[in-house]
């Protein structure tokens, strides 16, 4: 199992990024797909999840209406596009197979890093 993040970078407020995850070594269709961040001196923070078919999907209070999870199937890849973007997004973000759909994780990404700043 691997799961490849790109699309960082750093971006001033109010700005966007896409983020992917390239997923390999499993049939992706099969878990639901979760994004996760740990922002510097923070603990892990759930931003959303995407069901198998991308159906259902479900979003941290702090980032709902801003961010939109989605996913392709036929490609593997799991996406985050991400809107009007704050200083407390800074983050490292984390794709993740969510076993259960309830934050049971069990393959997680490298991160890839996301900094807002003006």
């Known amino acids: 199992v691997q799961l490849v993040e790109s699309g960082g970078g750093m971006v001033q407020p109010g700005g966007s990024l896409r983020l992917s995850c390239a997923a390999s070594?499993?049939?992706?269709?099969?878990?639901?797909m979760s994004w996760v961040r740990q922002a510097p001196g923070k603990g892990p923070e759930w931003v959303s999840i995407?069901?198998?078919?991308?159906?259902?999907?479900y979003y941290a209070d702090s980032v709902k209406g801003r961010f939109t999870i989605s996913r392709d199937n036929a490609k593997n890849t799991l996406y985050l596009q991400m809107n009007s973007l704050k200083p407390e997004d800074t983050a490292l973000y984390y794709c993740a197979r969510d076993l259960t759909g309830w934050g049971e994780y069990d393959y997680w990404g490298q991160g890839t890093q996301v900094t807002v700043s003006s």
């Open positions: 070594g499993f049939t992706f269709s099969s878990y639901d």
């Open positions: 995407i069901t198998t078919g991308g159906d259902n999907s």
